[in-house]
């Protein structure tokens, strides 16, 4: 939504200039966390959205055009936006409520301006933000089993951090829950959560037919993003970098596993 309120002469001049959605345009589903948990923001609505108005004014004068922000409790995208040619439409996390006056210009640079070199002082902004990150997770999500009935993960999560990382690797592991049945064009067959430092594995692996090699190198694919983040240094989520890939490449069973998910694929949707 906008933090504008409603008459300012802000909103006025972004809808006088250049008609945009009421919210901020969606994100791309990488930059989406699932079913996100409750939200931990302590501050009252009306002390977050005179604090949101402030921020959107300094960030607004410094750019001399309109700026439409929201702010959200995300856990992995900290900064998004969208350029128009007439306003300025941005994501935030709440940790930029309260940001100082530089690290307000750098986000000017950075979203309103294009300018990437202003990304290395917001990531370093961010990690030192850390305690602000929601790190809470749903009941239902808090244990993980990672004994299936034909896979056992942690003993594969042990073997791959042994023979590939130096036993280096820090996390948890457990089977997702199977979603509902339904027709769908994709899959994740596993997603590392960076704040709760878990790894999930698609249930739809934990089948008879389905090579341990496979499963490993899911896991072993996961367990790579301790190691490589994803990045947001141009506006838009990188999320697997070139030294991601270039590591993944190293698995003994690279090839047999991408070939193996190609010609199994339609097996793996239909779960």
Not at 82 to 101: I, K, N, T, W, Y
Not at 113 to 140: F, T
Request: net charge positive; glycine share 6%.
């Amino acid at each position: 939504m906008s933090l504008f309120p409603r008459g300012s002469s802000a909103e006025r001049a972004a809808s006088s200039a250049q008609r945009v959605p009421e919210g901020p345009a969606p994100l791309p589903p990488r930059n989406r966390v699932a079913e996100e948990a409750p939200r931990v923001l302590t501050a009252s609505r009306e002390e977050l959205w005179t604090r949101a108005e402030s921020l959107a004014w300094r960030l607004s004068a410094n750019l001399g055009m309109p700026v439409r922000l929201a702010v959200t409790d995300n856990r992995s995208t900290m900064v998004s936006f969208r350029r128009g040619s007439q306003v300025l439409q941005l994501r935030l996390h709440h940790m930029f409520l309260d940001a100082p006056e530089g690290i307000v210009r750098a986000v000017a640079d950075y979203a309103g301006r294009g300018h990437r070199a202003a990304g290395a002082l917001l990531d370093e902004y961010i990690r030192g933000q850390q305690p602000l990150i929601r790190q809470l997770r749903r009941e239902s999500d808090a244990e993980l089993n990672p004994l299936g009935r034909c896979f056992d993960l942690r003993a594969l999560y042990n073997g791959v951090n042994e023979a590939y990382f130096q036993n280096a690797i820090q996390a948890r592991i457990g089977w997702g829950r199977m979603p509902p049945r339904r027709r769908r064009k994709s899959i994740r067959l596993g997603v590392y959560d960076h704040q709760t430092r878990e790894i999930r594995i698609h249930p739809a692996l934990d089948k008879p037919d389905v090579p341990a090699f496979f499963v490993e190198f899911i896991v072993f694919h996961e367990m790579l993003h301790q190691l490589f983040p994803s990045s947001n240094r141009t506006g838009r989520r990188v999320h697997h970098p070139r030294a991601f890939r270039e590591r993944e490449r190293t698995y003994p069973h690279y090839a047999a596993a991408l070939r193996w998910e190609r010609e199994n694929l339609g097996a793996l949707l239909r779960g």
